[in-house]
């Protein structure tokens, strides 16, 4: 799996002024849509803001997730090369359960 990221950004088109946006909020929801790039937008001329279309920023959240559980991954290869062996099973589905009855109850 490969994360590396290589950001193309365009000056003249990725960055806009927040006030811009907000009165062509339509125009900038479309393209954003349509690209997939950011627009970064601007308050008192300093980037301030990162506008994603939906399908961006899902994209974004799910190679994030990948990322995470790679190197959670990579963990647990290194420990189990090491000799550690982690928790029993039985161990795990307890403290699983403890956390799933804590999520419910906080409902």
Not at 10 to 24: H, M, P, Y
Not at 45 to 57: I, P, Q, R, Y
């Amino acid at each position: 799996m490969c994360y590396g990221w290589a950001v193309q950004m365009d000056l003249k088109e990725d960055v806009v002024s927040l006030t811009d946006f907000a009165r062509n909020t339509k125009k900038h929801a479309e393209e954003l849509a349509l690209g997939g790039r950011a627009r970064i937008l601007t308050q008192n001329g300093k980037a301030s803001v990162v506008v994603l279309s939906l399908d961006a920023f899902e994209k974004l959240a799910r190679d994030a997730e990948d990322y995470r559980m790679d190197l959670r991954l990579r963990g647990a290869l290194e420990s189990y090369a090491k000799g550690e062996r982690g928790d029993m099973a039985k161990t795990v589905m307890d403290r699983l359960r403890k956390r799933a009855k804590k999520r419910r109850n906080a409902r």
